[in-house]
């Protein structure tokens, strides 16, 4: 990258694969994530007959126990953090909700100062990002562990689309139409990225904004097509076994991501 001056490799002898891992407890759609892959945590969700749900699932690299139930069942709202320091933001019914969670227990942190659903997430539970969503298509909050405050908008408003990397260094694709968009943030600003091969939302994503993921989605069809990105542009790889939409994922990387839940899936 000749404006960075950084060295980007790709060891063309290694092939990426999605491999099953251990089944969630209680399957649903349209939960929250945070955490790696071997340190995964999903959250809330919908259920259809039951509506929203509360329930938490921690992950280990090999399988799914209870965690402490959200104060307030919702679904398609922000996730972010690790397992042991996550928050869920926002959600359905433009909730302004947010909560942390320390590896045992939910408690209530600062509220969005604009409620929404519907929208991306990333960073960490003291330095997180939400931005997108419905009502409030281009906004962006920023969450310091205590309180939100305003951040640049997005550059195209949308909604359905997924987050990676952190409040400083952080992406946003996919989403409502045309779902191929990328934008990436520098802790004030959102600037154009390179576009997704397959326009597609309630997608889910892994990583860093230099070393991005995006699986699953719809277009409308579920689909299965797993995107790596290098910070330029994205690449396909190998698709995930099952595919699926409105899922959740995690990972602190695009080498190590974990895909769980969903619509047309376990």
Do not use: H
């Not at 955490?35 to 509360?54: C, E, H, K, R």
């Not at 309180?147 to 996919?174: E, I, P």
């Not at 943030?185 to 939302?201: E, Q, S, V």
Request: charged fraction near 10%.
């Amino acid at each position: 990258n000749s404006t960075s001056a950084t060295i980007k490799y790709r060891d063309g002898a290694t092939s990426a694969a999605w491999a099953t891992g251990g089944n969630m407890g209680t399957a649903r759609r349209l939960l929250a994530g945070a955490g790696t892959q071997t340190v995964g945590l999903g959250f809330g969700g919908y259920i259809g007959g039951s509506g929203a749900q509360n329930l938490t699932e921690e992950y280990n690299g090999t399988a799914w126990t209870g965690g402490g139930s959200l104060a307030t069942a919702r679904y398609y709202m922000g996730g972010f953090g690790i397992q042991t320091a996550a928050a869920a933001a926002g959600g359905n019914g433009n909730s302004t909700a947010t909560e942390e969670y320390n590896g045992s227990s939910w408690t209530a942190g600062g509220a969005l100062g604009t409620g929404r659903g519907y929208m991306g997430a990333c960073g960490t539970q003291t330095a997180g990002l939400v931005f997108g969503g419905l009502p409030t298509q281009d906004a962006t909050e920023e969450y310091n562990g205590t309180a939100w405050t305003a951040g640049g908008n997005l550059n195209t408003g949308r909604y359905y689309s997924v987050g990676a990397g952190t409040q400083t260094a952080g992406l946003a694709f996919g989403g409502s139409s045309p779902g191929v968009l990328t934008e990436e943030y520098n802790g004030t600003a959102w600037t154009a990225g390179g576009n997704l091969g397959t326009g597609r939302y309630n997608l889910a994503g892994a990583g860093l904004q230099t070393a991005a993921l995006a699986f699953g989605g719809q277009t409308p069809s579920v689909t299965a097509a797993t995107e790596s990105y290098n910070g330029t542009s994205w690449t396909s790889t190998t698709s995930m076994s099952t595919a699926r939409g409105k899922l959740s994922g995690a990972g602190a990387t695009n080498t190590a991501a974990l895909a769980f839940g969903g619509d047309g899936g376990p």
